[in-house]
């Protein structure tokens, strides 16, 4: 047999796909997966139906209700989820969409497919680091048609505020929910929001998403969309609903499947409890920090609604991050960085010239996010803690 590697040297990138589980190196994020997914997987296979059936139909059911909504639209990825919700309401080319520019590049690219222009938004502050409604509103012209707006980290945004915003410019208020999964106020004011499922997310199908929308002319439209714009699907058809259907409207393909709806299914039992220890790990994060090193500031007022995502932190200005960065992981911890502003990648710098957001990049330049999964125990975040201080203290 190999000896172990030390942990110092794991990659995570080539660590094997079966979780690690006595986190002598800790990621930053980590899915949980066992036998009764295994088992899922195996009843779909045995079942000889693999896409688009009773499990699909079922992982619906089971997310609307964990969401207390009459019904939720199952697709492959929460960026074709926020494709499909562009396209359905028509917003196309000559519209503005105002997006936070702290984000994943999803939020922005989906605003591109449909043709419409992306207008990005700074943060409110440094503390709260969510799109600021103020410099939405500046940024408003008679083009503008919608905002997306994000739950970054999973701290829910000021929603009675954006739709008062929404329905006084007369504009759609849609959310990018992919951090919120659970958050029962995802959908409540938003025309459409689309959840997250990828593999790092609070609750996963390996790749998958889902759409929360209350109006249902607009759902209707979207679960047509979603599979080519048929009148009827495969397993419609295989139930008795004839052979023959028409095409009536441009769709995709955005099909989930059985196999990631039979992982879904067993994953929503438990993402209320993940959650839960979530926020306790936060809790006792903002706790440690504060007492081994307090002039590391944790965004957000604690109090704020969250399914505590990720565990963003903001370094001291004076502090070498990528020295951090290393010292971490030569300490066995993995960190990453939500996000470097969307802005400033080349793609979007090309298009979208001269767009100055000097919250978000500070925030970018000093952000660092910790380790934070339903499997890390009260250990390893005093572990992260205090290779943190030492580090930040150059010890
Ligand atoms: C992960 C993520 C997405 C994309 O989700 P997919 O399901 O991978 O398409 C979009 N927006 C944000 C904010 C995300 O974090």
Sequence with gaps: MLAAAPATKVDINEAPLTPVTDFSFIPVADPVLGSDEKEALCEVIDSGWITMGERVQRFEEDLAKIHAVDETIAVN????????????????PGDEVLVPSLTFVATINCVLYVGAKPVLVDIES??????????AESKCTERTRAIILVHYAGYLADLPAWKEFADRRGLLLIEDAAHATGLKEVGTYSVAAALSFYGNKNMTTAEGGAIIASDPDLRDRMRKMRGHGLTSGTFQRHNGSGPGYDMIMLGF?????ELRAAIGIVQLKNLEAWNLKRRQLTNLYRALLEEYVPEVVVPFDENTTSSYHIMPVILPGDVDRSRVIKSLRDAGIQTTIHYPPAHLFSYYRERLPSVKLPKTEEYSERELTLPLFPRLNDAHVERVTQALAKSVHCE
Excluded: K, V
């Design 77 to 92: 990825s929460c960026t074709a989820g926020l494709h499909l919700i562009l396209h359905a309401l028509g917003i196309g």
């Design 126 to 135: 440094l503390d709260n680091p969510l799109m600021s409604l103020e410099e």
């Design 253 to 257: 393909n955005f099909r989930m499947d």
